[in-house]
Structure formats: structure tokens, C-alpha cells
């Protein structure tokens, strides 16, 4: 019996191509390409789940142990990177109850393509139902990392000033901007004598997408993004594997101030998917985002600039 089999019994039984030469600005957006630009935000994300027990007509809530994280962000030229973890001195972490949560990103801006990876490492699940109590266990991990390919159709459209990153939108515009995602999800149950093991799936997804930027005031940006699509899911629990239709869905949301050195402003996505399995039981996965976040922009020190040259020109940027 894999994890997801044990869940429900310990549940139900006891009581988450090239880069743009940035050098001018037109019409519609304006490039810092030779800024460097540090961002500090802190944000409350997780990777939460759900667990259908069809034949028996139980849903089960995987619920990480909350944590609010603090995080950094860099971004120079055509790539962008952030890091995030959960200290102790927020209040909401103190009662960790062993949990963890650590969270990284990076994007790749290449012409009209953009290039995401991420990771989320987490620890401490809470497993809830409908009138039992619910179980924690500390012991189970979940990991997810992969990441999106997307394509820009709009060349007047600034993916980057939707994030906030080295661009700033001058004119409001939408672009349409589809997306192939990848993932691989990992629970690992080998510290919970319970579980006493692991279980995975990959997810492939193709998702049609539109953008919008809202130029509300010379500085000031509201942007949006929705998503749908669909692909293949794998899963492995225990000896048990199968191969079934994935259906998902994003949105984005953003606002904000953007000048030329100091930007800042509030940024939500969320990205939900319903693996629909064969089996007894299905899986909902959804990624929930928020983040606070304030940045400036500053002459990048000289190494960093030379570095940044060598590599664009041995990939030919």
C-alpha cells in the first residue's frame, strides 16, 4: 500500500532561443538593461493537496504547517533568481511543530521567450476531514520542483513589468502568452513509521494564457494573468502506478509602483491541478502565492557586467 492508501487509513481509523537586446525603450515599455536590481519581499506560499476517497466518499485536506518566509530576489540583464526561507522570529513560526518551508526560483528572459524553474521544499502536514480530528504529522516532507516555458506574442508587452522585474510598462497592453509546465511532486513519508515510504507524480500540461498590463498612472501598474490547459499526469504510490488526464488552471494578480530606482507592491498567483486518476483515489494539487515586496535598482559592480558579457556571447545572446 503506497502513502496515499495509508493517509486515509491512519486518518479515517485515528481520530501542499535568445535573449532581448535591452538597450532602448519604446513606446510601450521602458529597459533597465544595465541595472541591477535586489529585491527583499516576505510571503506566505504553500504547496497544499487534496485526497478524493472515492469509494468511500471522503475528501481529505493535506494542509502544510503555515509559515510566513522571508526572501531575497536578484535580477540582472536577462535572468532573475530568488531565495526564500521560514525564520523563527515571525510569530506565525515559532509554533513550528518541527515543520519547514523553503522556497527558490528562477527566470530566464529569452527574447520572446521566458524561462521559469522553481522549487518548494516543505515539512509538517496536517491531514483534516470532515468531522475526525485532525492528524499532524512532522515527519512528512513534500518536494516539488520544474518550471514553464512560455512564449511572448505581443513585442510591445513586458512579461517582466507584470513581476515587477528590470522593465517598467508605459502603455497599457495584454499579450496572449501560452505555457508548457512541468513538475515533479515527491511525498516522502520515510521519518512517519506509518507511511514508511514515498510516493511521486510528473505532471505535463500545455496552457493557453492571456496577460494584461494596466497602466494606471505614470508609475503605477495593475497587471493580471489567466490560464488553462490540460496534459498527462504519472503517479507512483507504492507498486502501484497509472497514467491519467491532467486538467489545470493559473491566475496572477499584481500591483504596484514602478520607478526608475525603487519599485514595490503586492503579487498573488495561484496554480491549481486535478489529476484525474482511474483509480480509487484522485489528487488535487494547488500552489498558493503572495508576496509583499519592495526593490531598487543600482550600477551593477564591474565583475558582474564582464561576467554577464562573457556568458551572452559564448551562448550568443
Known sequence: MGIKGFIGVILLTGSGCFAQTDSITNAYIQKFPDKLSVQLFTLNT???????????????NMVPNERRTLGVSVQYDFISFNLGFAPKFFAENKDNRDSKMTSFGLNLFLGKWMQHFDLYYQKGISLEVDDYESVYLSGLKTIKFGGSTSYVFNDNFSFRALAFQNERQLKSTGSFAPSLSYYYTEFNGKKEPQLGGKSYFLDVALSPAYNYNWVV??????????????????????????????????????????????????????????????TAVNMNDTIAYGTVFFGYRFDPPRFLKEKTEEIKEKIKI
Open 217 to 278: 498612472a505614470k508609475n503605477i501598474l495593475i497587471a493580471g494573468g489567466l490560464s488553462v490547459g490540460a496534459g498527462v499526469t504519472y503517479t507512483r504510490d507504492g507498486s502501484i502506478s497509472d497514467t491519467d488526464f491532467l486538467t489545470q488552471a493559473g491566475l496572477t494578480l499584481s500591483l504596484g509602483y514602478n520607478s526608475d530606482t525603487f519599485y514595490g507592491g503586492v503579487y498573488a498567483k495561484v496554480l491549481a491541478s486535478n489529476h484525474n486518476a482511474d
Open 46 to 60: 504553500s504547496n497544499q493537496f487534496t485526497l478524493d476517497y472515492e469509494d468511500i466518499g471522503t475528501t481529505i
